[in-house]
């Protein structure tokens, strides 16, 4: 069975840092490229960021590119991502997401993804 669990949410202040993590179970972590993927209240899913099955291939959103940094760990099954220079925009529910196929690469889609974590709320405020 697939498992995708999130960690690493909080409060935080405008302008500070959070490091998100998401472990993988169930499947074959190191062949699969995984996103994050982010829901704000009232608003639908949005596509963040993604990272191709090795890691040379990254992906961000024009919101948060230049502030947020997805990284893996194949040998942990663990996804990252790294967000500084937060904004109250950015408060959401973050979520990581599994591609349908190993080794498909299109990142902005989110109908590429067919599993997801239970998420992990990111509320930025002062």
């Known amino acids: 069975e697939v498992q995708l669990v999130e960690s690493g949410g909080g409060l935080v202040q405008p302008g500070g840092s959070l490091r998100l993590s998401c472990v993988g179970s169930?499947?074959?972590?190191?062949?699969?490229?995984m996103a994050w993927v982010r829901q704000a209240p009232g608003k639908r899913r949005e596509w963040v960021s993604s990272i191709n099955e090795d890691g040379a291939s990254t992906a961000y959103a024009d919101s948060v590119k230049g502030r947020f940094t997805i990284s893996r760990d194949n040998a942990k099954n663990t996804l990252y991502l790294q967000m500084n220079s937060l904004e109250p925009e950015d408060t959401a529910v973050y979520y990581c997401a599994k591609n349908r196929v190993p080794g498909g690469w299109n990142p902005m889609t989110l109908d590429e993804y067919n599993y997801w974590g239970q998420g992990t709320q990111v509320t930025v405020s002062s």
């Open positions: 169930g499947f074959t972590f190191r062949g699969y490229t």
